[in-house]
């Protein structure tokens, strides 16, 4: 397997073979992209867990409005959408 010269000088210098390398940053690939799975779903199901634990939501409620204008003011010069 031939790795970049990057990855074979970080991989050379913690001691373990090309083999064993890419297969540590091929676990570490999936493991994050599990992770960030989980998070896309909390956050797609935010409200339906929020209730689940009953959980008082109200200050992230307050804060997004003004969170989505941010976002599109930094993105356009323009206002953001009307929610």
Do not use: E
């Not at 990057?6 to 599990?34: K, N």
């Not at 929020?50 to 003004?66: E, N, Q, R």
């Amino acid at each position: 397997m031939h790795l970049t010269p990057c990855l074979a000088a970080t991989g050379s210098r913690i001691g373990v073979g090309s083999a064993v390398y890419a297969a540590w940053i091929a676990v570490d690939i999936i493991v994050a992209s599990i992770g960030m799975a989980f998070r896309l779903l909390g956050v797609a199901n935010a409200k339906r867990i929020g209730k689940a634990l009953k959980a008082d939501t109200s200050a992230v409620d307050a804060l997004h409005p003004m969170a989505c204008c941010w976002r599109w003011s930094a993105i356009w010069s323009g206002p953001g959408p009307q929610r």
